[in-house]
């Protein structure tokens, strides 16, 4: 009986010893358990988060889409980002110019308007706008040939800081005009105002084939790529984010 005894005790002693390693693992496990869950409420509170922000944000494009609209105003909006590009037509910036033609100041001073209140007006508020940005770009040549989106050599660097820069001073032409109270006065333009930036983002590279540009003549190019029409201008806004309730 004492050997049968002290054997059933070493039995019972490593029965315990893997009853506590199993205890040991399944706490290992409940932690993980509740980490992957937290993580996952957590990833869910922030896609919450994301989608709503797009709704809000296509809600905000369809304002300023519905609005352009009924003042008959021509523009393509973006019906997910609410991106504005405005149609000046022929009245665009005369090439190497960045003065405002008096097309260019009419279609400014009936857009700014409605798309401030489509921004602000009604029940949106101005605390969901973070900013509002005014982009410049440029036609994608310079001295009679396509410019290479992605060439670091002198000539193609001296290209594409010229019409950086002169992307950024249409914009600004565009900025000045808007919020010069001698010139125009609108309805939420004090509010926007902090909310502005003037970007000048050289030209469309994102339509650019970067082959075409040593393959092609300027004329080839253009036709295309239409050169008159990506100098175009985008109006955008963004949104700040919604903290957790």
């Avoid at 009986?1 to 070493?10: I, S, T, V, W």
């Avoid at 290992?28 to 944000?57: H, Y």
């Avoid at 857009?111 to 940005?133: H, T």
């Avoid at 050289?202 to 040593?214: A, I, Q």
Wanted: proline share 3%; charged share 35%.
């Amino acid at each position: 009986l004492k050997d049968d005894y002290e054997g059933n005790a070493g039995k019972i002693a490593a029965l315990e010893s893997d009853l506590a390693e199993a205890q040991d693992k399944l706490a290992d496990a409940a932690d993980d358990l509740g980490k992957a869950e937290s993580d996952l409420a957590a990833t869910s509170e922030e896609l919450q988060k994301v989608l709503e922000l797009a709704k809000d944000r296509q809600d905000v494009a369809q304002r300023i889409k519905e609005g352009f609209e009924q003042a008959g105003i021509k523009a393509d909006v973006d019906s997910g980002t609410g991106d504005v590009i405005l149609d000046f037509g022929e009245e665009y910036f005369d090439t190497d110019s960045a003065k405002l033609k008096p097309g260019m100041r009419e279609i400014i001073r009936d857009a700014m308007p409605v798309y401030a209140d489509s921004l602000f007006g009604r029940d949106i508020g101005s605390g969901k706008i973070s900013a509002v940005e005014i982009i410049g770009f440029a036609s994608p040549t310079f001295g009679g040939k396509p410019v290479k989106p992605r060439s670091l050599d002198t000539t193609n660097r001296r290209a594409v800081n010229y019409n950086l820069d002169l992307s950024y001073e249409r914009a600004r032409s565009i900025f000045k005009y808007a919020f010069n109270p001698k010139t125009l006065k609108f309805e939420h333009q004090e509010t926007m105002l902090p909310l502005i930036k003037v970007t000048g983002r050289s030209f469309f590279t994102e339509e650019v084939n970067p082959e075409d540009t040593g393959n092609l003549s300027r004329e080839e190019f253009c036709k295309l790529y239409d050169c008159f029409g990506s100098q175009r201008v985008i109006i955008k806004f963004d949104l700040k984010e919604k903290e957790n309730s």
